[in-house]
């Protein structure tokens, strides 16, 4: 019950700004009035092949659908899988079991294991739902990327991008106050549970 209290307050928190709303709306707009735009696409076979074989070997979730029955699944078991995956895209609806979750708590290193804020919640959901989660999100990623939708400095989540590359230009900027004898100011932030606090701005 400690943990559930700790971990629940987080999820059942809604934005004040009504920002949530307009957002689905937009997203709504944009499928009723835009068929043919390339997010909207039916998902390919080509599309579907590579999520499943990219598929980790990770634990199932509610539905008891492993990862290695789905990268085992025929040409003709795929393609139902295909057509399932397109009905639940196009309709916006997802099957129950696939927005339920088994959370389980895992230790922080070196952290008090009687408190509660010690543990992580880790979720397993469906490994169905995370392959088409996998395809949209790379359709997005592909959308964001061509439409230079993401600031240049983000480089966490991107192909070709790592967090090394924001740490080079730190010590650029540091090398270069040096040699112009200026000073050079760095904030670092560790946000408590930024993930789940911070605004899309």
Known sequence: QTLLN??????K???????TELYKQIIQDAIDNNEIHPLNLPISKTKLNISINR???????????????ITKLDKENRCTLLEL?????????LPPEWKNAIVVPIPKPNKPPNLPDSYR????????????ERIINNRLKWYAEKNRLLPKFQTGFRNGCTTTDNLIRLESAINNGFNENKSTTAVFLDIEKAYHYTTEE
């Open 6 to 11: 700790q971990f629940c307050p987080i999820e």
């Open 13 to 19: 928190e809604e934005r004040k700004d009504g920002r």
């Open 55 to 69: 598929l980790p070997n990770k634990a199932m979730g509610r539905d008891k659908v492993h990862n290695e029955m």
């Open 85 to 93: 995956l397109n009905i639940s895209f196009s309709s916006g609806y």
């Open 121 to 132: 919640p880790i979720s397993l959901t469906s490994c169905l739902c995370k392959v088409l």
